[in-house]
């Protein structure tokens, strides 16, 4: 008789549990990056009143006689499916699309995260809300990034600047008239910069001396400059029949060295003698200034690309995210962080969108993977559940009572 009442007792305890697993995944149903949890029951054990028989030769075999004892938690697993994507609009806010957790570091170790909501503290470090340091790699001075070295804090001091480059190559373009006539002069200004980041003036000045010719000269600071060709000639079509490059030397700004105008590229002319109105100029050249960082992007792999107030664009580091073949063995360490464990596996960290590790979007949040449908649907079975086996334990009671009265 007391067998059914502490199965109905196991049933409770059971059932309570349940509920507890199904109001934490409602109470973080908004709750950034959560992972919900869902919990399985098992028997528990049985006590044997008689056990089996074999067939002899005159009767056949009987089944053994067994009681369950009641309902125990044989799991509490977590639910590692994809969560909605939301747009937030910051630019460190990133949302993993697939598999891996971002790796994060503090003075107790590892842990690892689905919530992507970060920002930059005052030395430059990546950092989760709670302070914690996002992993990953910093590039070298050549932007080259080694997934290969362990993974450690990423720091972007927003005062790095980009080295200036001296320019040592100009493309020039566009149209030397044909309508000119002989003696008319185009001028045209190139801003070029010295190996100090400096900007200078070119004046290259082209001077029509016959139908098809053009003479060339440059100045820079009212200083006269030396060509090694100082004519460019077009064919009757209008297209350039002269050397490919005239290269300028003779000026003094800091670290000055010999610059090749190009007027050829990739086989083609883009100098050309049409008519209508002169338009030749600097098209593109290869040096510039000193540049600041203004801004930074992350790419869907996780590189973090830096845009300068001189605008360029360097790649400046990489965020890790790991991957375990057991995501249900991590422990849950709190504000949606796990722990590795026995039973997780280890950690393989390494560039997303690599292997099985998802790609990052940026400028958006993974949200909970709470489903309230089927949560609602848990808490009515949890309840009834609960319900049921209290009646158990009822009944049982009433039954005990009419076994107690039985003197009367």
């Given amino acids: 008789m007391m067998r059914s009442m502490f199965a109905g007792v196991s049933g409770l305890r059971s059932h309570q549990t349940m509920m507890d697993v199904v109001g934490n995944n409602i109470a973080n149903v908004n709750t950034a990056g959560f992972k919900s949890a869902q919990i399985t029951f098992g028997e528990a054990m049985a006590q044997t009143l008689q056990g089996p028989a074999g067939a002899g030769l005159e009767s056949g075999g009987t089944n053994p006689l067994q009681i369950g004892l009641g309902v125990q938690v044989a799991s509490i697993d977590g639910v590692f499916t994809q969560g909605a994507t939301q747009i937030t609009g910051r630019p460190t806010d990133i949302a993993i699309q697939g598999d891996g957790f971002f790796v994060l570091q503090d003075s107790g170790g590892r842990e690892y995260t689905r919530a992507g909501s970060f920002r930059w503290d005052e030395s430059g470090n990546l950092v989760a809300p709670g302070g914690q340091l996002v992993q990953g790699w910093l590039a070298d001075p050549t932007g080259a990034i080694q997934t290969q070295t362990a993974a450690n804090s990423i720091n972007l001091p927003l005062s790095q600047v980009i080295d200036p480059v001296e320019t040592s190559e100009v493309l020039m373009g566009g149209n030397l008239s044909s309508d000119s006539a002989i003696g008319d002069i185009h001028t045209t200004s190139i801003v070029m910069y010295d190996s100090l980041g400096e900007p200078q003036e070119l004046l290259m000045e082209f001077e029509k001396t016959a139908a098809n010719t053009w003479a060339v000269s440059a100045t820079m600071n009212g200083s006269s400059l030396t060509l090694d060709s100082t004519s460019v000639t077009f064919d009757s079509s209008g297209m350039l029949t002269s050397a490919g490059s005239i290269n300028i030397s003779g000026y003094t700004p800091p670290g000055a060295s010999a610059i090749s105008v190009d007027l050829v590229l990739d086989g083609s002319s883009p100098l050309v003698q049409f008519g209508g109105t002169p338009s030749a100029e600097s098209i593109d050249q290869d040096g510039n200034a000193i540049g600041f960082l203004t801004d930074f992007s992350i790419a869907a792999n996780g590189t973090i690309s830096g845009q300068f107030s001189n605008g360029e664009t360097k790649v400046l580091a990489m965020i890790a995210t790991a991957t375990f073949n057991n995501p249900s063995g991590l422990i849950r360490a709190g504000e949606t962080r796990f722990e590795a464990s026995v039973n997780s596996g280890q ?57 107690v009265n039985l003197k009367r």
């Fill in 347 to 403: 950690p393989l960290i390494g560039e997303p969108g690599n292997g099985n590790r998802g790609l990052l979007a940026a400028g958006a949040l993974e949200m909970s993977n709470v489903d309230l449908a089927q949560e609602f649907t848990n808490l009515i079975i949890a309840q009834r559940g609960f319900q049921a086996n209290s009646r158990v334990i009822t009944a049982s009671d009433e039954i005990l009572a009419d076994l």
